[in-house]
């Protein structure tokens, strides 16, 4: 793919990057706890109160883009029901729509709930790469509608979904584990909220408020943004679903989708749990560190991802008034995961670690389990999710999920 047609998933990564640990400079991470007057929120009722939606605030503004917040309807239609007994499964489409009145968003979200349980069970969202026919080779499950990227590898070409795409991410979402251990699985794809291509806004969830990026200018969001409030909208659809227990809903995404999920679960308390998957730059990694992928590639590769004021941050991460340990500890004190894969250095697996290492301050400040609650680790291998993460993420899920949820959700209520 050109590297400038902005249609592949990704333009080919620059040359000018540092792999070398000894050549990283010097820096200083802002105290995640200190407000921007200077008065530390060590305490809970502060950080609630003051700190936490200062740092909500500086996200957005700086980073993301601030998405709105109102001026929509959810549409939603169960559309199919389908018993899959190799996957001791019950799968399901639902079918949903977000309309303004600038226009309407059709979407699909797919469900696998373990056939046999008695109650609501936990349950995983993510957002797909290519759509939801490309996540399990099962014939029957609808291809994604809109626009997808051309990747000569899925075969996939004219920007729809194809045939040739049908399972090829299977490996990346292990329905029968992931039922097998209780826990329920919904993904939908990302281009349902906002393809991802550089096109001046002007589809996807952007098209629907027209009036919301002229006001917010260069704090408007960016596509991470919309599929951040996809993921929100999901939470809405999934309100329908009475094999879901809404209580205990982990957002989890690989790489940019991993960066949406941390984003998305900071801004909405509803997800219990956030599970970051080689989100890099941007996502987990403290973007200080000169290591991999920076600020700068960001912006120049991928200018649709995050809003305009994001841009004075390429070669200055210095004059950001946070870091991602902040980002992380936004979930605080709600569990969070992060993992690493040791050759995806281009993501800067320490960089990953160190952002963990760094939020545990917030988490220690709020009690509860404290650090205990941020989950790390490395994988052997390159840039992907695996069985063996997921493993690791069902572990931590069953660890946490069961007794922290009620006092997460009255903190942040
Ligand atoms: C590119 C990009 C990363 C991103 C990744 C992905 O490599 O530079 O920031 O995480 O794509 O989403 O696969």
Known sequence: MAARDGLSVSPPRPLDVNYDEAAVPAYTLPDALSCSDGKRAATTKLWFERRRPELLAAFAREMYGEAPREGWTLQTDRARTLHVPLEGALRCEWHFEVRTSEGRLPGTLLVWAPAGATEPVPVFVGLNFFGNQSVHP??????????????????????????????????????????????????????????????????????????????AGDGAWGAIGAWAWGMSRLLDVLEADD???????????????GKTALWAAAQDARFAMAISNCSGRGGAALSRRAFGERVRHLNERFPHWFCGNFRRYGDREAKLPFDQHALLALMAPRPVYVASASEDLWADPQGEFLACQAAGAVYEALGDRGADSIGYHVRPGVHDITAFDWAHYLDFADAHLWTSHRQSRRLLR
């Open 138 to 215: 099962d014939a029957t499950i609808e291809p994604a509608r809109g626009w997808v990227p051309n990747n000569p590898e899925y075969g996939l070409s004219d920007h729809r979904a194809s045939d040739a795409s049908r399972g090829c991410h299977a490996h990346r979402w292990p329905v029968a584990d992931i039922v097998r251990r209780g826990y329920a699985l919904a993904t939908c794809y990302a281009g349902d909220f906002d393809p991802d291509f550089d096109d001046g806004f002007r589809n996807g969830a952007h098209a629907l408020f027209p009036e919301h990026r002229a006001t």
């Open 243 to 257: 094999r879901v227990d809404l209580r205990r809903v982990i957002a989890i995404g690989h790489s940019r989708f």
